[in-house]
């Protein structure tokens, strides 16, 4: 008997922590996301705006704004991704990559940041570079890739044609997530606040907020003017404003749906077998990936908080 418990102990440990590198260094999602025959990853290419691209593939939506001087890319996929997101920029402009811009910390956002030259200027918000400072890709590659310049809830970066203003509206997704704006092509990166149009995942660990999700976007709704042009973080190249708003309300009545099932002393495992979409958000998703315990993972985070 003492056996059998061991061995279970074992197994359910190496679970987690499969589970933990598995979130940690994240599984390619979303469309494009291949690598060909026996060959290198696919990198596929999505023109926004003049200068303005979004590369799809091995994780989430990485954008190419090309400047005046230089390119400035937004996230950089999963580990191994790095090197073609360069070797794509190369097929679109000669000029070199000189900024890199992460929207949060998670692995298939950040992981390819090792590969590119150690002379790009990387910058993220305050919370995203403390969330990367506790990966272990960042430790194994001697913080190569790590931010070196961050912003609290503002930075302008550039001027003119070439200006890009970086936003924090608060915690959602991560407690670090920047919203990227182009304001010249009238275009922001949303990263995973805005991933696609379902239930998003919510991440404890580094300080993502269920109960603050729908005032964080609703913040970005009324906080980013003269946009036409959303990127979205992952299954989605673009959506609009108006898509913008709608997912915010979203997220504000499956909170308070969530909220009202919680004090009416349902457990998280019972409320989240009875969530249904509403019909008036037609093609949304209700389902919430296994990361985090997935849904009912998520309304024991938005209980969890609603104690505080």
Request: charged share 20%; hydrophobic share 40%; proline share 6%.
């Amino acid at each position: 008997m003492k056996r059998i418990i061991a061995l279970t102990a074992i197994l359910t440990a190496g679970a987690l922590s499969m589970a933990a590198a598995a979130y940690q260094q994240p599984a390619a999602r979303g469309a494009g996301q291949a690598r060909g025959p026996q060959g290198p990853p696919v990198v596929t290419v999505d023109k926004v705006k003049d200068n303005l691209y979004v590369l799809k593939g091995g994780g989430g939506n990485t954008a190419v704004f090309i400047t005046t001087n230089g390119v400035v890319v937004v996230d950089a996929k999963n580990p191994g991704w790095g090197q073609p997101i360069l070797d794509k920029v190369k097929e679109l402009t000669p000029k070199p990559v000189t900024m890199l811009i992460n929207t949060h910390a998670h692995g298939d956002h950040v992981s390819g940041n090792v590969e590119f030259p150690a002379t790009v200027d990387v910058v993220t918000q305050d919370n995203t570079k403390a969330n990367m400072e506790k990966m272990d890709i960042f430790k194994q590659n001697n913080g190569r890739g790590m931010a070196k310049r961050t912003f609290r809830d503002k930075m302008t970066l550039g001027q003119g044609a070439d200006q890009i203003d970086l936003y924090y509206f608060g915690p959602g997704h991560t407690n670090g997530d920047a919203w990227v704006v182009f304001p010249a092509l009238r275009t922001v990166h949303a990263g995973d606040l805005f991933a696609s149009k379902g239930l998003p995942l919510v991440d404890p660990g580094n300080g993502g907020s269920v109960l603050q999700y729908p005032e964080t976007l609703s913040k970005a709704v009324a906080g980013l003017k003269n946009i036409d042009t959303v990127i979205n973080g992952h299954s989605m190249t673009t959506t609009t404003p108006a898509d913008l708003q709608t997912y915010a309300q979203f997220m504000k009545d499956f909170v308070t749906w969530a909220e009202g099932e919680l004090k009416a002393g349902k457990t998280p495992e019972q409320a989240a077998t009875e969530y249904k979409v509403p019909d008036k958000y037609p093609g949304y998703s209700g389902t919430v990936a296994a990361l985090f315990g997935g849904l009912p993972g998520e309304l024991k985070l938005l209980s969890d908080e609603l104690k505080k």
